[in-house]
């Protein structure tokens, strides 16, 4: 399974970027998929996910200002981010879980060790 992430760039605070995650091998449909991020100096952290059932889940922080979708048909996964703020700023990183979990919780989702691929990163710059 390969990830191929793009999307980032430097935008001021208040825009909005699409990011896109383009996944090949696998069988994407029976997935899950998610998004995290990773500032300078701090720890890759939980930013929105969706199981085979396309339920959502989000981190507090993003809840209401980010949207995750998934193509099963086109084999993508896409973050839309609006209203960004500074504090937004990170490499982000589009995920694949191929484990067969049913009923998984919510902790499962936003658990690193759930994903088994990961895409490159891309940055997202926020400024002021």
């Known amino acids: 399974v390969q990830l191929q992430a793009s999307g980032g760039g430097l935008v001021q605070a208040g825009d909005s970027l699409r990011l896109s995650c383009a996944v090949s091998?696998?069988?994407?449909?029976?997935?899950?998929v998610g998004w995290f991020r990773q500032a300078p100096g701090k720890e890759r952290e939980f930013v929105a996910a969706a199981g085979r059932n396309y339920i959502e889940y989000y981190a507090e922080s993003v809840k209401g200002r980010f949207t995750l979708s998934r193509d099963n048909a086109k084999h993508m996964v896409n973050l839309q981010m609006n209203s960004l703020k500074p504090e937004d700023t990170a490499f982000y990183y589009c995920a694949v879980g191929i484990r067969a979990i049913s009923s998984a919780s919510r902790r499962y989702y936003m658990d690193i060790k759930s994903y088994d691929y990961w895409g490159q990163g891309t940055l997202v710059t926020v400024s002021s």
């Open positions: 091998g696998g069988t994407f449909s029976r997935n899950i």
